[in-house]
């Protein structure tokens, strides 16, 4: 069983940046993709960004130039950096990882963008 849990949100103000974790366990981390989607009010969650256990990453249109997946597979965690970041950024944001047709998520941790 995976679990995984996520850390890094709060408020922030437009233009600032946070750095949202996503700490895995078991023993597949390594060999699994992993993503972060999120969550507006009263919105569909929608995909971030990804990663592939090779390193190979994928974004949004809304915040490429922006945002920044990255992992480490000694510390089973994978990271979203977010920089000059908008109101519209604000969300939920959770982390999910895939291996196979397996999908675990995360709780989710809020990101409020305001002045």
């Known amino acids: 069983q995976v679990q995984l849990v996520e850390s890094g ?13 996503c ?9 699994s993709t992993m ?3 999120r969550q507006a009010p009263e919105k569909q969650r929608e995909l971030v960004a990804t990663i592939t ?13 922006r945002f920044t997946i990255s992992r480490d597979n ?7 950096q977010m920089n000059s970041l ?14 196979f047709s ?3 998520w995360g709780q989710g941790t ?4 305001s002045s």
């Open 9 to 21: 949100g709060g408020l922030v103000q437009p233009g600032g940046s946070l750095r949202l974790s």
């Open 23 to 31: 700490a895995a366990s078991g023993s597949i981390f390594s060999t």
């Open 35 to 37: 993503a972060w989607y």
């Open 53 to 65: 256990s090779y390193g190979l990453t994928n974004y949004a249109d809304s915040v490429k130039g």
């Open 74 to 80: 000694t510390k089973s965690t994978v990271y979203l």
């Open 86 to 99: 908008k109101p519209e950024d604000t969300a939920v944001y959770y982390c999910k990882l895939r291996r």
């Open 102 to 104: 397996s999908e675990y």
């Open 110 to 113: 809020q990101v409020t963008v």
